[in-house]
DNA sequence: ATGTCTATGGACCGATAGGTACAAACTAAA
DNA sequence: TTTAGTTTGTACCTATCGGTCCATAGACAT
């Protein structure tokens, strides 16, 4: 049998987008093996702990995607500097468009909150979500928000983006994750 | 074999709460025969189309007491007056916190929305945020917004809604929905 | 070349999925 | 009481699910 050359690493994004499109029960390991292209054999090979580690490895990919380009740049502002603090919520912003392709590609975070496969993978996505949500926080004291104020305002403007998330592909409109994207970012660097 | 009492209207909340809890590929036959003590004889008389049809009429169902309970009070506000519309916008904010059991409950439309479950209900889905959002515009063009800016704050609350039930659910935190449903309140009515 | 270890596809497993068929048990009108 | 029509539980169907198993094809050190 030949070696493909189909490292962990190439498989774990593969994972993710049927996650995404068709959700954690919706992913059945035939069309996992299909849109690999890897065996079943390969697949317990890599993920011995079939389908729950597959997607518990996928949103630890995820979080540490997050963590290394959305939440340590937010929290790495020097203190004081609030016109930095701007620059990074700016590009917060724009890098959130391109990841979630303006409203296209799901927050698998968001979509597994919502579903009962939440409770498998509780710790991992209130740890996403708290990270997230101080990360901005702090930026947002570093620009010159009462930190109480900040607390709020990022927490709103997380579920905002999720929701958008949600009414963009609703109404089958990317125009419209982008437009509130938009406006967040007018908001948050006000 | 006796006959149960068991009217269609009567088994339509009982099936919501399943697909709220299982989404719908999770929630399988037998367990909807399970809690809503119906054998499948019983199911298909009441759901011919079987499973689709049980979920396009528990979405017809929550659509209609959306329309009555939250949408038509927010779009038979008397033109011009103001202060109504303020009024009913608390309203609106209340009945969520209610609905929505301070997030503990999910929105259906928003969790089918995340998932490929969203291409069979297209229709569905997208008119009832559609009209969700131009409802609370239309209160608050009466409130005394700009319609341009009424669009995108109504588009931003609904948002803001979904995302919320999504985060308090992830932080396993209901207050923080019901803070966000406070914060909404006073931002629509500010 | 040989032996060792990893990687791989696919046959196979029991369980369960959604759905159909149907006879029995009911109701209501005559 | 008969009859026609509606509800009902359950046995059963096929397809597919997630997962196990294993013979074997690679890679690589000797």
Known sequence: ??????????????????FR??????????????ATGLGKGSL?????GGKPQMAEDVLAEMDAW?????????????????????????????????YFKSGRRVCLFGAFALA???EAYAPRIRGYFQRWIEAIARALVVAGRAPADARTEAFDAVACIEGAIALSRAADN??????????????LTA
Chains 1, 2 share one sequence.
């Open 1 to 18: 049998m030949p070696r493909i050359v189909a490292e962990r690493q190439d498989v774990l994004p593969k994972l993710a987008e049927i």
């Open 21 to 34: 499109k068709r959700g954690y029960d919706g992913a059945s390991l035939s069309e996992i093996g299909k």
């Open 44 to 48: 317990y090979h890599f993920f011995p």
């Open 66 to 98: 997050f963590e290394g380009n959305i939440f340590a740049p937010l929290r790495s502002i020097p203190a004081g500097d609030a016109k930095e603090a701007r620059v990074r919520l700016t590009e917060m912003c724009k890098a959130l468009d391109a």
């Open 116 to 118: 009962d496969t939440r």
């Open 174 to 187: 990317p125009p419209a994750f982008a437009g509130a994207i938009a406006r967040l970012q007018t908001r």
